[in-house]
């Protein structure tokens, strides 16, 4: 059975075991019902690596993959073969941005092409964010979106967060008020590289992929243990479900 999400301009649909004509049929369906929506493609593959990319087919409508999306008062550019988008997270970015005060300086790692970090930025109005992604293209989608929404508090910073005291040069002392942990669906916590930027008080919004949250939760404690760190949970919330019976949770926490 189809499933689409609605990136402004373009839906991507994922299908189930339709053949070509009917998967046509869907796509002209999508367009009649949503106005906005000119180009339609289909998901060819799966979220794939650190890069989160995927593949797209085009099936009606314009022949075009550079999305143009609204979420929040924000605007956004990227290509959707090139960059990841979830408009699913929309809700996640509205809420984490009502926990950022003005004061706050935040780090956002696995940024993408920014929209948590201008969602927070732009909604929370935030002393700065620093904005973490290591794929060069939704880093440079980052810039243009940072520009397109007249903020100047978010830099935009392309790199490895493995490679975090590299890449953030002169902030290598800074300690920061809030850290989103927005981590793709791979088996490093990435954890490890965040405690020397954490001070007493920061809150960590990390994302975890399991069945259950006890999962996520063992390899926070697990992790803050082996880096001497004391955190006190804040809150567990499933934030969206990925596959039959696995979902992504976002664990709050913060260091004491």
């Not at 189809?2 to 869907?26: C, H, P, R, T």
């Not at 988008?85 to 009502?98: C, D, N, T, W, Y």
């Not at 706050?104 to 940024?111: P, R």
Request: glycine share 4%; with cysteine; aromatic share 10%.
């Amino acid at each position: 059975m189809a499933s689409y999400d609605l990136l402004g301009n373009i839906a991507i649909v994922k299908f189930g075991k339709e053949k070509l004509k009917e998967k046509k049929k869907i796509a002209l369906k999508i367009l009649k019902e949503h106005k906005a929506i000119r180009t339609v493609l289909e998901k060819s593959e799966k979220v794939k690596g650190r890069l989160r990319k995927i593949k797209t087919r085009h099936l009606a409508g314009e022949k075009n993959k550079i999305a143009e999306y609204k979420e929040n008062s924000c605007k956004f550019i990227f290509d959707v073969d090139e960059t990841y988008f979830s408009p699913r997270l929309s809700g996640e970015r509205k809420e984490v941005s009502e926990m950022i005060n003005k004061k706050d300086s935040v780090l956002v790692l696995f940024a993408g092409v920014a929209p948590f970090s201008i969602v927070i930025a732009k909604l929370s109005k935030c002393r700065k964010v620093v904005s973490v992604e290591i794929n060069r293209k939704a880093s440079e989608y980052a810039e243009k979106n940072v520009k397109l929404n007249k903020l100047d508090n978010v830099e935009v910073i392309q790199g490895d967060v493995k490679k975090l005291d590299k890449i953030l040069k002169g902030k290598k002392k800074e300690k920061f008020d809030k850290i989103i942990m927005a981590r793709p669906q791979l088996k490093e916590t990435f954890l490890s590289y965040i405690w020397k930027y954490c001070k007493r008080g920061t809150e960590v919004y990390y994302y975890g992929f399991a069945d259950y949250p006890r999962e996520v939760l063992k390899e926070i404690y697990e992790e803050s243990k082996k880096a001497r760190k004391k955190i006190k949970i804040l809150k567990v919330k499933k934030a969206g479900e990925i596959a039959p019976y696995r979902f992504r949770w976002r664990v709050d926490f913060k260091v004491s």
